[in-house]
């Protein structure tokens, strides 16, 4: 019997020393970051990125860069699953948590989702518990380096149980709701939710 290509990537995890249950269905291993993206790399002057912090709040604010980094964060390493099917193992994020982030503004009630808003008008729609766990960050560096323009720097959102367009590249804002609205790539046919292990790539998956 042939093996199918991604039946060959679940063996080559487990010879690896994986747990080949670390890789979703439909997802091929790789030890390169592919670069992703729609529209231009944005380029920021220096203090000019800001993240703001809106909606359903109690304290609509806007953080700086510098205001970012001063807060606690965490170091966090975690696969990371695209919907194009490429799977990193063990990558090496710091950032801020989004649950301090919010919880510094005050969750409103009735405030059931998460809008994540970014350059040339990307948004992301996420529900608000999948930002409020231990893994959801705002993060500035990668492998111990500041996260390069490329791969989302200054700051790009990580919420790394979902597929990775759900993690917003240069992230501008984060707007809470009561209700759910299709981002960027959900209007285009992709999945509400995103989920890697339910291959919830497109409507109707």
């Not at 509400?192 to 109707?204: A, L, N, S, T």
């Amino acid at each position: 019997m042939v093996k199918s290509f991604f039946d060959r990537q679940r063996e080559i995890v487990k010879e690896m020393g994986y747990d080949p249950n670390r890789l979703p269905p439909g997802q091929y291993i790789t030890d390169r970051f592919p670069v992703l993206h729609v529209g231009d790399v944005p380029t920021y002057k220096e203090g000019e990125w800001s993240l703001k912090v809106g909606g359903l709040v109690d304290n609509e604010f806007v953080l700086t860069y510098d205001e970012l980094i001063a807060m606690p964060s965490i170091e966090m390493t975690v696969d990371i699953h695209c919907v194009t099917k490429w799977s990193q193992f063990d990558m090496t994020w710091k950032g801020v948590r989004v649950r301090d982030i919010l919880q510094r503004a005050g969750v409103k009630h009735g405030a059931t989702h998460f809008m994540g808003h970014a350059e040339f008008g990307y948004t992301a729609n996420l529900p608000l518990e999948d930002v409020m766990g231990d893994n959801a960050i705002v993060a500035y560096e990668y492998e111990g380096e500041p996260l390069e323009p490329i791969h989302g720097g200054p700051v790009r959102l990580v919420v790394p149980h979902l597929y990775f367009w759900k993690s917003p590249k240069w992230l501008r804002g984060m707007e809470l709701r009561e209700s759910d609205e299709p981002g960027f790539w959900e209007r285009n046919g992709y999945h509400m939710y995103g989920d890697p292990f339910k291959e919830q790539r497109f409507w109707g998956d």
